[in-house]
């Protein structure tokens, strides 16, 4: 599932990316985060899993962003009901479709969300087959 950030977000808005993102807050573990934020961004809950994690480091508009993210991924089969704040839409894609796209319009993605099948599209293929 990817969604749209909301038009009016404070950076990369109407950017496509991935399913929902989050910070930690204080004490709070990274599945915990990321059990929170799916609800509180697009509606619905699903178990989750992490495939792996990696250090991020990029310009985000007049920000720099340096973080250390654990991707999520897990399985639901329903309609999301986003936060409008958030998400401005959503759908669902095959990765193989997703992959392409990106290849082609790479400007359509946030800037972070280009970077996990650039360095790991290994452990996202595998998580994707299981």
Known sequence: MLHRHAPAKYHSGGLRTNTC???????????????????EEMGYQAPLAPPFAMRYRARVGELIEHELVHLFGGVFE???????????????SE??????????????YTVWFGTFPRRHADDIARFVAA
């Open 95 to 108: 990765y193989a479709a997703l992959r392409r796209d990106f290849a082609v319009r790479p400007a359509a």
């Open 21 to 39: 993102c989050s910070h930690l807050r204080p004490g709070e573990s990274s599945a915990a985060a990321a059990t929170r934020r799916l609800g």
């Open 78 to 92: 329903g309609d999301a009901e986003p936060e409008p704040a958030e998400a401005g839409d959503w759908r669902w």
